[in-house]
């Protein structure tokens, strides 16, 4: 199976179309249709049904599609870092990240990177723990920030300075923004929001008892989606402070929770790793961030 066949089929996958795959590969038409036959012919499996005007996946093709992707991603990463090799002034970095205000400090890192390096280029994903580090075991990631404890038997890490502060936000003005802080019994039979990671893994914790008092009304992998229906008052988003803006005139207030909830931030990367020449320096200068 050639990583080229798997790039035509990904391009016929995504339009839906022959035609239209082949001329964003360059490609005949002819060529095209034999590669993909070829193709099914190997696996022996059927991975298209063809109607008059568009190509459907199978559950076969749709299975394949998944592993394609992973597949072709990690074979554009091993080439670039092996273009990189020799570069000392840039490279390719990916990195999967939880959300936190600390992410700046690895900004500040790649900022410093960036200018001993011109040619650096890096890639983001964003996500939460499992999500990031699904990708880094699968080699699509350098790096990956986490909000648990990272498993000491798979990863090499730098934890974060600080804590980041668990908390409610609120629209201004409701009765609850009067308190300085949010107790579980405060929060009983409100529609609330919140990630499932922290609805599960830290909230359900903090509330003991009360944890069953507490209503999702949704999950939201992202701070500041949650926080707009927050501000449309469809509820009440746990999230962590300085995610999202909070200012005199924003329409929000965050008040944290007590007793106080703090989750620890991890940079990590996998334990045995070769590191290319770009991430050993982008390490270097993270350990000395993160080290304030």
Same mark, same amino acid.
């Given at each position: 199976?050639?990583i080229? #066949?798997l790039?035509?089929?990904?391009?016929?996958? !995504?339009?839906?179309?022959?035609?239209r795959?082949?001329?964003l590969?360059?490609?005949?038409?002819?060529?095209?249709?034999?590669?993909?036959r070829?193709?099914?012919?190997?696996?022996?499996?059927?991975?298209?049904?063809?109607?008059?005007?568009?190509? /459907?996946? #199978?559950e076969?093709?749709?299975?394949?599609?998944?592993?394609? /992707?992973?597949?072709?991603?990690?074979?554009?990463?091993?080439?670039?870092?092996?273009? @990189?090799l020799?570069?000392?002034?840039?490279?390719?970095?990916?990195?999967?990240?939880?959300?936190?205000?600390?992410?700046?400090?690895l900004?500040?890192?790649?900022?410093?990177?960036?200018?001993?390096?011109?040619?650096?280029?890096?890639?983001?994903?964003?996500?939460?723990? +499992?999500?990031? #580090?699904?990708?880094?075991?699968?080699?699509?990631?350098?790096?990956?920030?986490?909000?648990?404890?990272?498993?000491?038997?798979?990863?090499? @890490?730098i934890?974060?300075? /600080?804590?980041? !502060?668990?908390?409610?936000?609120l629209?201004?003005?409701d009765?609850?923004?009067q308190?300085?802080?949010?107790?579980?019994?405060?929060?009983?039979?409100l529609?609330?929001?919140?990630?499932?990671q922290?609805w +599960?893994?830290d909230?359900?914790?903090?509330?003991?008892?009360?944890?069953?008092?507490l209503?999702?009304?949704? @999950?939201? !992998?992202?701070?500041?989606?949650?926080?707009?229906?927050?501000?449309e008052?469809?509820?009440?988003?746990? #999230?962590?402070?300085?995610?999202?803006?909070?200012?005199p005139?924003?329409?929000?207030?965050?008040?944290?929770?007590?007793? /106080?909830?703090?989750? @620890?931030?991890?940079?990590?990367?996998?334990?045995?790793?070769?590191?290319?020449?770009?991430?050993e320096?982008?390490?270097?200068?993270?350990?000395?961030?993160?080290?304030?």
């Amino acid at each position: 199976m050639e990583i080229r #066949t798997l790039r035509y089929f990904l391009a016929v996958a !995504r339009e839906e179309n022959m035609t239209r795959a082949a001329e964003l590969l360059h490609v005949t038409q002819p060529t095209l249709s034999k590669a993909l036959r070829s193709l099914e012919d190997e696996l022996g499996k059927k991975l298209f049904l063809r109607h008059s005007f568009r190509i /459907e996946l #199978t559950e076969e093709g749709a299975l394949l599609r998944d592993r394609a /992707e992973d597949l072709v991603s990690m074979a554009d990463k091993i080439e670039k870092e092996f273009l @990189s090799l020799d570069d000392l002034t840039g490279g390719e970095l990916y990195f999967g990240l939880a959300e936190s205000y600390q992410i700046r400090r690895l900004a500040r890192g790649l900022r410093a990177l960036k200018d001993l390096c011109p040619g650096l280029h890096y890639h983001i994903t964003s996500g939460d723990t +499992e999500q990031v #580090t699904e990708k880094l075991d699968r080699g699509l990631l350098d790096f990956a920030v986490i909000c648990e404890t990272p498993d000491a038997r798979k990863y090499e @890490s730098i934890p974060f300075p /600080e804590g980041d !502060r668990f908390g409610l936000l609120l629209p201004e003005g409701d009765p609850l923004a009067q308190k300085e802080r949010i107790r579980a019994a405060d929060l009983a039979g409100l529609p609330l929001f919140a990630s499932a990671q922290s609805w +599960e893994k830290d909230i359900a914790p903090w509330a003991k008892d009360r944890f069953r008092d507490l209503k999702l009304e949704g @999950s939201f !992998r992202l701070a500041y989606n949650g926080s707009l229906f927050t501000l449309e008052r469809l509820g009440y988003l746990l #999230t962590l402070e300085r995610l999202v803006n909070t200012a005199p005139g924003s329409g929000l207030v965050f008040r944290p929770l007590e007793p /106080e909830l703090k989750l @620890s931030f991890y940079l990590i990367w996998n334990k045995y790793q070769t590191f290319t020449p770009i991430a050993e320096r982008f390490l270097e200068i993270m350990r000395r961030e993160l080290a304030v």
